[in-house]
């Protein structure tokens, strides 16, 4: 499979990055995709999305039962097509979205919220988001 995307907005274009290595300790950690402090680039400066081209994440454990449930409005609507589907991403595993044509749409409010939570465990990971403002 191959990945390309050039620089813009439209089909197969994007104009954004973010990416974050963080730890979940017992608790989610929900990011809010269409603005505001969840998501920043290396100067601070918030960014929003208006559609994901690429989501990835990757579990970085390596103990057995320290899985990564993800969810949230954006995610569980937009990329499941429900209102509270979870996926699980077990220890070592990752999960790669792309959707470089139409993208997956964020929508203020009521579908912007990503969401990844290690249950009662402490798992660090890796989240990568490419997309258009």
């Not at 995307?5 to 089909?11: E, H, I, K, R, V």
């Not at 077990?90 to 990844?116: E, F, M």
Request: charged share 20%; net charge negative.
């Amino acid at each position: 499979m191959k990945l390309s995307l050039t620089n813009g907005t439209g089909d197969s274009k994007s104009d954004r990055i973010w990416m974050k290595s963080a730890t979940a300790a017992g608790a989610s950690d929900t990011y809010d995709l269409d603005g505001g402090s969840d998501c920043v680039d290396a100067f601070g400066n918030g960014i929003s999305f208006s559609k994901v081209r690429v989501l990835y994440i990757r579990n970085k454990s390596e103990t057995t039962g320290e899985k990564l449930i993800i969810s949230g409005d954006w995610f569980s609507t937009a990329v499941l097509g429900g209102t509270t589907p979870t996926l699980d991403i077990q220890p070592k595993g990752c999960l790669l979205l792309p959707a470089l044509v139409d993208g997956y749409a964020i929508t203020a409010v009521s579908a912007d919220q990503l969401t990844i939570n290690p249950g009662a465990n402490t798992v660090s990971y890796d989240v990568i988001i490419i997309g258009e403002d």
